[in-house]
């Protein structure tokens, strides 16, 4: 028999040289089914033979490459989206070659014979053979289809799997590369369904340390979907790799699960209270997977990473899936006598690109490219996110990155603000300091980020590298014990909800600005309506409620401010079930967002969900610390219309509760002495403002020079807002990076009679002492009587 023209081979003829063949994952299932003792469930793969016929004999080869002409600018996302889905939407209609559906149907048909079932629920996954191109990992990965029953369906969904060759990542990648489209064979791995009662990850080296003489396994109930996108946090444990020894366990609370319905489809459950905060698997369970592991990375001779399920049939152990673990590599590696940890290092400094240092610091390890937001769920801790540029809905990513490096994007761009927040390094805009990161930077290479200096070396560099490897800096208790005292008070922004007790500490009057988008894309997902339609509304008021209640509770009695939902449509349509509530608009970034949702009836019983959030914070919790923002609202009467609705909701404003204005539209400016009457002080959003005062898109990294908060048009309107504010006795604040970054620009703000300043975690103390000095510097001109002329005509 050739088994290069063979169109289907069983996974106990597979070895793992068969690459070529079947590709990298049908390969390794082969491996580990013919060649080892560990249970893996039984099937077949498709061959890079089949692929080839299909796309000959249908003539798609002819007509894909008609189809690629029409993409003249794979930078134009429009036009990249149109071409790759129309290729996927040919493919998918194409009839499958007689003999090739023959071989899928009568092995599929064989599968269910000796697995013992009629018509068994089948895995389909795609694997990309790429032989002639060796860069072609670099390309991206193509889908997986779960629960699929019955011949045809197993047909249609091999020619799903031929489709996603086409994505708009992979397509991407390989025209950045210059690679032959066309070059490309998928196989697709049919395989037995194990229904997982629960599922996970594991692996033969530690992923944040090196540390190689332990093994990790995460898992949660249900399918391992879950562990895998962050939508729970797993149950950790830590064996030692020699005896098996147990040395840790982390039992947490796991709140839904995904699950297989009868029909083959998958819905998400509520686990049952009493097993939330129960292990997965045993004590015996733990050291039997271990020792698979142990034996796969024997087997294969380097770390592994592999996926595991226990069958709730028999309560049977199956590995799923095992692939070389590529963070740390034992070739050409050396002990560092800081840490003891294997790290390949360099002495050498070869830059890769240059970028904006949005977020100082430094960090090395392996580089992780993601284009598609679709993507995400693969980002694994310790990695070096590389992007185009982020948005709220990556934020479970950003929190596992060691450092953030993106093609777009200034100061102000959300990868910028949120690294500055979770105190990570990050390198914004290297597409106009030199070249795409995400073209430059090869997915899983070693790099290092110089984010201070605003470069990103290839390599571990060695000197950059080991001052790093005790770990992320620290809160210095000399530091939080020596701040002067300022008139100003010194607010903290914070999003996170997990990093209040760590932040609380840091010597700040409260939370100016508590981003309540952290706590939808870290911990909730889904789009309010859409929890609203199934019947689950108390999953809003609930999560959003204990977030809330972290930071209050680690701050009290400091005061918190928290500014309610300001997603745009475009990131609300990212949540599950958005699609199905927003509108497609072409400047989403001023279309329907913040106040103008509240009051619409389109989203009202939404919004309302908010308000039950903070009033449980207040009322249950019993945390009166916590006051709520008003963001993006254009008009008077529709802060009037949310002020009333709350107080329809029990949220009355008052002595102890107060309600803020986020000041970022000039009509706020404008008409301040109008919104006085609903409101008890205002916030500044520098960014917003300045944008809408300059015309200046600050998401634009083309026009970013003229992006200045110290324009004078911009610091006219801060002073008029302040003083008619205070003619009426409210207060202005500001949240932005500006004070931070500008000693001249905080200048003016204290001169012109600003209460507070509310700046990122790293920027407190800083801040503090700066302001202080300012305010020092104003009091003795005063007493001397010197005074401080403004240098410009800061009123109307």
């Known amino acids: 028999m050739d088994r290069n023209k063979v169109l289907v081979l069983w996974f106990d003829e597979l070895r793992r040289v068969d690459v070529a063949l079947v590709g990298g994952k049908s390969s390794s299932l082969g491996e580990l089914t013919s060649q080892t003792n560990v249970p893996v469930p039984y099937g077949f793969a498709t061959t890079a033979e089949g692929y080839r016929r299909f796309m000959s004999e ?43 559906a023959n071989a899928i149907r009568q092995s599929y048909i064989e599968l269910g014979k000796r697995v013992g079932q009629a018509d068994p629920f089948v895995a389909v996954r795609s694997s990309a053979t790429a032989e002639d191109l060796p860069d072609a990992s670099f390309a991206g990965q193509q889908d997986t289809y779960l629960n699929v029953q019955g011949a045809d369906m197993v047909i249609q969904k091999v020619k799903e799997c031929y489709a996603s060759t086409f994505t708009d990542r992979a397509t991407y990648y390989r025209t950045k590369k210059g690679f032959d489209h066309l070059q490309v064979a998928l196989s697709a791995a049919v395989q037995m369904m194990v229904f997982s009662k629960s599922a996970g990850v594991m692996f033969t080296v530690d992923l944040v340390t090196g540390d190689d003489s332990t093994i990790t396994i995460e898992g949660a109930w ?38 297989r319905k009868p029909g083959g489809d998958c819905e998400e459950q509520l686990v049952p209270m009493e097993e939330q905060k129960l292990p997965v698997i045993t004590d015996e369970q733990v050291r039997e997977l271990a020792n ?26 199956w590995l799923l899936q095992a692939r070389p673990e590529t963070v740390w590599s034992k070739k050409n590696k050396e002990k560092t006598a800081e840490s003891g940890v294997s790290i390949a290092m360099t002495k050498d400094r070869v830059t890769v690109v240059k970028g904006l240092p949005a977020s100082p610091g430094q ?60 105190g990570i390094p990050c390198i914004v805009g290297t597409k106009s300091r030199s070249v795409e990161a995400t073209t430059a930077i090869q997915d899983g290479m070693d790099i290092t980020v110089d984010a201070t200096n605003g470069i990103v070396y290839e390599g571990i560099v060695e000197d950059i590298a080991k001052p790093a490897a005790a770990g992320p800096v620290g809160i210095s208790t000399a530091a939080v014990e020596f701040v002067p005292v300022t008139g100003t008070k010194i607010y903290m922004n914070l999003g996170n909800p997990d990093l209040a007790e760590k932040y609380g500490v840091l010597p700040c009057d409260g939370i100016g600005l508590m981003r309540e988008e952290f706590i939808w894309t870290t911990f909730i997902h889904e789009h309010p309506l859409y929890l609203i ?53 072409s400047s989403a970034l001023l279309g329907w967002r913040g106040a103008s949702r509240y009051y619409d009836p389109k989203y009202m019983e939404a919004f309302k969900l908010e308000v039950q959030a903070v009033s449980k914070v207040r009322e249950e919790y019993g945390y009166k610390n916590l006051n709520v923002m008003i963001p993006f609202c254009r008009r008077v009467d529709e802060m009037e219309k949310i002020v009333k609705l709350m107080d329809a909701e029990g949220l009355h404003r008052g002595p102890d509760f107060k309600v803020w204005l986020m000041a970022e539209i000039p009509s706020n400016i404008i ?32 026009v970013a020079p003229l992006f200045d908060e110290r324009n004078l048009a911009v610091k006219r309107a801060i002073r008029h807002l302040i003083a008619v504010a205070h003619k009426e006795g409210k207060t202005v604040s500001i949240c932005g ?46 007493l001397t009587g010197k005074g401080r002329a403004d240098t410009e005509d800061y009123t109307w």
Not at 59 to 88: F, H, S, Y
Not at 536 to 546: I, K, N, T, W, Y
Request: hydrophobic fraction near 40%; glycine fraction near 6%.
């Open 58 to 100: 249908t003539g798609m080869d002819v007509k894909i490459r008609e189809l690629l002409k029409d993409l003249t600018d794979v930078e134009d996302p429009v036009q990249l989206r149109t071409v790759t889905a129309a290729i996927r939407s040919a493919i998918c209609s194409a009839e499958m070659p007689e003999d090739l």
């Open 363 to 422: 960090a090395a390890g392996k580089a992780h490219v993601i284009l598609d937001p679709s993507r995400i769920e693969e980002f694994k801790d310790g990695e070096i996110l590389v992007t185009t540029m982020t948005a709220p809905d990556w934020v479970p990513a950003m929190k596992k990155a060691k450092a953030i490096v993106t093609d777009a994007g200034g100061m102000t761009c959300h990868a910028s603000i949120v690294s500055r927040e979770l």
């Open 292 to 317: 698979y592991a142990k034996t796969i990375e024997a087997h294969y001779g380097c770390y592994m990473d592999m996926e595991w399920g226990v069958d709730e049939r028999d309560n049977k152990i």
């Open 222 to 259: 249900g399918l391992g979907e879950y562990v895998v996108q962050g939508t729970v946090t797993p149950d950790n444990f830590k064996i030692k790799k020699d005896d098996l020894t147990i040395i840790s366990r982390m039992i947490n609370t796991k709140p839904v699960k995904l699950v």
């Open 533 to 585: 339609e199934i019947g689950h509304p108390e999953r809003v008021v609930d999560q959003l409620a204990d977030g809330i209640r972290k930071v209050c509770q680690a701050l009290a009695p400091r005061p918190v401010t928290l500014r309610f939902s300001d997603f745009k449509s475009s990131e609300y349509r990212n949540l599950k079930g958005g699609d199905a509530y927003e509108p497609h608009e």
């Open 671 to 702: 008409l301040a002495d109008q919104f006085n009457k609903f409101v008890d002080g205002y916030s500044i959003g520098s960014n917003d403002l300045t944008m809408l005062i300059m015309g200046c898109d600050r998401d634009n990294d083309t």
């Open 737 to 782: 990076q500006a004070p931070s970054v500008y000693p001249d620009f905080t200048e003016f703000l204290i001169k012109s009679g600003i209460d507070s300043v509310s700046v990122n975690p790293d920027a407190v103390i800083s801040t503090r002492k700066s302001v202080a000095q300012i305010e020092q510097r104003i009091l003795m001109d005063s």
